[in-house]
């Protein structure tokens, strides 16, 4: 299979503009995670979705993130407006089986 | 927050055995063990998960003590492709995984 898909690979943006981050699961997933990754922080989850439905979003860090999935194939993360602050390796990751989750490459975010 | 506790770092030589340690106290009777390892400038691949019997892939054997408290990642022949930040990781089946700091495990030749 080809994997999970991001895009784009990496993002420059300038403070207080729009980003918005795309994943492609794998065909058949069923449940699909989006995580963040800094030096500091480490991996963090961010939300996580089963059957295209919101389970856990405890770990949105406020009002500015959100994210969606219409449907089994497509989800995004957006980010309105961006600081500096969100700079990081945004990971999507897919599973059908819990606990076997494939990770995509990461979106890197720089905000300026 | 993650619920494991593993050394920061560890060594090891080039086709020698590696033990990586993980010790999870709090675990409950359902909540399985699972290993992740991040190589760099990539996503967490899956190495291998267990519930209470030792388990073994083409990646790694995982060896889980019998109170399971504590397992044990073994990678029988290192590589230096196997130079990665391996997390030990207790999930519960249908919830997401968390990530704590893992072991950065350096290979050298």
């Known amino acids: 299979d080809a994997g999970v898909i991001q895009s784009p690979r990496h993002e420059v943006t300038e403070m207080g503009q729009e980003v918005t981050l795309r994943c492609k699961p794998i065909?058949?997933?069923?449940?699909l995670f989006w995580y963040r990754q800094t030096m500091m922080r480490g991996l963090e989850l961010l939300i996580y979705?089963?059957?295209?439905?919101?389970?856990?979003d405890s770990g949105m860090p406020e009002d500015r993130f959100s994210a969606k999935m219409p449907n089994a194939s497509f989800s995004t993360l957006k980010i309105q407006p961006s600081e500096p602050r969100d700079s990081a390796v945004y990971f999507c990751?897919?599973?059908?089986?819990?606990?076997?989750?494939?990770f995509g490459p990461g979106t890197r975010l720089t905000v300026t | 927050d993650a619920k494991t506790t593993q050394p920061n770092s560890m060594e090891s030589n080039e086709e020698e055995p590696v033990h990586l340690p993980c010790n999870h106290s709090?675990?409950?009777?359902?909540?399985?063990i699972h290993w992740y390892r991040q190589l760099p400038s990539q996503g967490p691949e899956y190495v291998i998960h267990?519930?209470?019997s030792n388990v073994n892939n083409r990646m790694a054997s995982l060896a889980i003590a019998e109170d399971r408290k504590s397992s044990t990642l073994i990678l029988h022949r290192a590589t230096l492709r196997d130079a990665a930040v391996y997390y030990c990781?207790?999930?519960?089946?249908?919830?997401?995984?968390?990530f704590g700091k893992g072991t950065t495990l350096s290979v050298s030749s």
């Open positions: 990751a897919s599973s059908l089986i819990p606990g076997t989750a494939r």
């Open positions: 065909s058949g997933h069923n449940s």
């Open positions: 979705f089963n059957n295209n439905v919101p389970i856990d």
């Open positions: 709090t675990i409950s009777g359902t909540d399985y």
């Open positions: 267990g519930l209470t």
């Open positions: 990781i207790e999930n519960q089946a249908g919830t997401a995984l968390i």
